[in-house]
């Protein structure tokens, strides 16, 4: 591992980011979660106890990291807490070792309404949000009229704030029974919570800065995928903010010399959740199949997962828009059972073979996957730990993926564990 890695998801979300940064937290000093909101769900496993984080960098879980959520962070606070709650009564202490910014941008109940209200009125045109009110949390930063963690320490610019939210949102506030519109509410429960986070609060970006001239090991960790950045992905239906690594750059204040590696996750086929294109979708047994086997329902929402083969045009686009050095794919051994495994290596589009992702959502709607296929090795590799282990035809599959992409693999998981991975 180099001195500081960026993990970032290289498809549509869910790849398993959060037991690679478990993995690698072990040789790291600090982790860093910067961007995205508690629509995240990072799922470990760890002595056959199972975590699921929303928010908290996945590092907390080995003693003695440092862990920050920097300002491109939308965070929601209850959500926090409740997450630092089960956390202490699993025995993870996180006291002087969870940072948050000032400068992020708070989640709060009316954010939720409004993605509830925007996604019905979207009718059969949804982007399938998690409705956990990121979407309206980053229109309002962009808009500035946001609420930030720092506003929660100075009573009277809170309720100032608050009180400009049913003028500025007139057409949601309309519900006067939903106590998700009641500022007053808001305003009591931010401040019953605000002593509590208040120690928490940290100039992240200074911070990390001091780290760098100390020669610590820094951790970057983002959440859902290349394919879902709000400027790289497939716009509309994508999240709201810069998944890639450009996102970790802004959302924590650091120039683009601090990331000496950056780590692209990938399942060994592909899923995504929500509407919005998915060129190699299978809805047929296969695609069951994948879902059943790899257990794809959202760790956030409990929503099944769109799922379907590897897609290596997306993922060569990943790649070559984050400048991703290593791969770390997991979910290997969900493709045991399956004598036939295809990958998709081309696009056509009208009649034309293409090997790029198309900008124009309308074109990436219309094309067809190009497929290769492999035999399948029909034998376990579940728990598998070594590469050498490995079936002669799951390292054709391995091998094929490096050639077209020109990327290392650096990691393989077999299983949900931390032990069952195969470190390259």
Not at 48 to 64: A, E, N, T, W
Not at 210 to 234: N, P, Y
Request: hydrophobic share 40%; glycine share 12%.
């Amino acid at each position: 591992m180099s001195k500081n890695v960026i993990v970032i998801g290289s498809q549509w979300g869910d790849e398993g980011k959060g037991k690679v940064v478990d993995l690698l937290a072990e040789r790291a000093d600090v982790v860093v979660r910067f961007q995205g909101g508690a629509n995240a769900g990072h799922t470990i496993m760890t002595g056959g106890r199972k975590f699921v984080l929303h928010l908290i960098p996945s590092g907390i879980l080995h003693p003695g990291k440092i862990c920050y959520i920097g300002n491109g962070v939308v965070l929601d606070p209850k959500c926090l807490i409740d997450e630092l709650d089960a956390l202490y009564n699993e025995g993870i202490e996180t006291v002087g070792r969870l940072f948050i910014s000032p400068a992020a941008n708070l989640v709060l109940p009316y954010h939720k309404l409004m993605d509830q209200s925007d996604e019905k009125r979207r009718e059969g045109d949804g982007i399938g949000t998690t409705l956990r009110g990121i979407g309206p949390a980053y229109r309002d930063k962009v808009e500035r009229c946001g609420i930030r963690v720092a506003d929660l320490f100075s009573p009277e610019r809170l309720r100032a704030r608050l009180a400009l939210q049913p003028a500025i949102k007139a057409q949601y506030f309309s519900c006067e029974n939903d106590e998700r519109c009641d500022i007053n509410k808001i305003f009591n429960n931010l401040m019953d919570m605000a002593p509590r986070l208040k120690p928490l609060v940290a100039d992240i970006s200074l911070r990390l800065a001091e780290h760098k001239k100390e020669g610590k090991s820094i951790l970057f960790e983002g959440a859902q995928g290349v394919m879902l950045d709000v400027d790289l992905g497939t716009y509309p239906f994508t999240t709201s903010s810069n998944t890639s690594v450009g996102g970790a750059l802004t959302g924590l204040g650091i120039g683009p010399k601090m990331i000496d590696e950056v780590v692209g996750v990938v399942k060994a086929y592909t899923t995504r959740v929500g509407a919005g294109p998915f060129p190699t979708e299978l809805s047929d047994t296969v695609g069951m199949a994948l879902r059943e086997n790899g257990g794809e329902f959202g760790a956030t929402t409990g929503r099944p997962r769109r799922t379907g083969w590897l897609d290596l045009v997306a993922l060569r686009y990943a790649c070559r828009t984050n400048g991703i050095d290593k791969l770390a794919i997991n979910k290997l051994d969900v493709l045991d059972k399956f004598d036939k495994i295809k990958v998709g290596v081309a696009y056509e589009l009208d009649g034309v073979q293409i090997s790029d992702v198309p900008l124009d959502i309308s074109d990436l709607c219309r094309v067809k996957p190009v497929y290769k296929e492999f035999e399948g090795w029909m034998v376990p590799t579940t728990g598998l730990t070594s590469y050498d282990r490995l079936p002669e035809k799951a390292k054709e599959y391995l091998k094929f993926i490096v050639e077209i992409l020109g990327v290392k693999i650096g990691l393989i998981s077999t299983g949900p564990g931390r032990e069952a991975t195969i470190m390259m």
